[in-house]
């Protein structure tokens, strides 16, 4: 008798033991994975500071405008490279090449931006940030969401996604300042040299403090399982998704620039407003993932509240009178940083949905691949949205009057962020419309 209260003893200890080192592991994990969005997306949250940079010293031969499809169409790069990078690592012979292809991932984006550091044109500037550097990143971006997905397979996933994306925010909060004290002290040049040396230690750093996953053990390839392509609540995502990331990047990317031009700010204010605009991310990354995971609020009414709170903070807070009241342009910044910066926090609750659908269904479902593939709409939008925003900057005021901030040469710019946003919000109409869950 005592032998068998000895031997469950020793099984309680031996549990518990387990389960604090899981814990131990899973803290490390996201905290790794929380670094990581330094190297991710250090730069590409805080171009705008940047791109006002280049538009005052016009370092570069060509076209000044086309700098403005650097910061958006780095985003869309990143993610449109992440379904492939995300399909060939989930599983099969490739499961064990995670970790260096994240450190590859890491020097290529490292020596993407030293080398840039040293452009003469604009087009030198496009392939070296927008495909070398942008394609390191999502190589670390890709191995570093599957190493997320695997640790947090429970409830807890959404508000994992919404921990890692606070983190980005953190990181958007953080970097203008950091931007701006190395642009005025060593000038474009020199600051995008120091950067290449962040990227390069911070990356290394983090990737070192993420532990093996438990499941990365020899596997037979799986067949991908492909039938959520057959769902009706996959493609309501992804168009919504797309058409709201075609609008989320052009703030990042002329919101600075907007407050030295028509408010006349100073380069320090102008560059506050980015991060003003990355700030409340921090909160609403968390906060979106809870309503999901906490508060069970179901996953397209979280999206219609990102996606409404931002377009009307775009139509009537940008668009009104932000080019005489600053305290507008400020307001702006706070409340679509905070709404927008959630959205993607609300794709735990797509992907939730969709894994019951699936299990409803009896069919297997790969969340990894699925996630990836929702970053690779983004990256549609994006840069779509690089592109589009050029031309709107081109087309100017939306009517002559200079009443409204849609008067100025931003106006087309600032509508078309405002209806992408309520339109990203469509999921709630399609859901609501009802109809076959499943086309074939």
Known sequence: MQDLEQAENETRAERERQTETTKRQTFLVLLGCSILQLPIWGMAMTFGIFQEAYTQEMPFHGSQTSTGVV????????????????????????VRWRRTVAICGICLSSAGYLLSSWSTEVWHLIALQDVLAALGGAMLFSPQTLFLDEWFQSGNRATAYGVQLSSKNVVGTACPFLMYALLQNLGFRGALRVWAGIVLASGLFAILLIPNSPRLEPRRPRKIPWTFLKHRTFWIYTFANIIFSAGYGLPQTYLSNYASGILHLSNVLSSLMIVLFNLPGILSGVGFGLLSDRLHVSASSNTLISALGSGLCALFLWGLKSHQVPGLLISFAVGYGFFAGGYSSTWGGWIKELEKEAADLNEAINTGMV???FNGARGIGYVVGGFVGVELLKAGAVQPSHKWAYGTNYGALILFTGLSAVLGGSTFVGKACGGRRRWI
């Open 71 to 94: 910061g958006t169409t780095m985003n869309g790069v990143m993610y449109l490279s992440l379904p492939i990078l995300s399909t060939a690592l989930e599983s099969g012979r490739y």
């Open 371 to 373: 996630y990836g593939l």
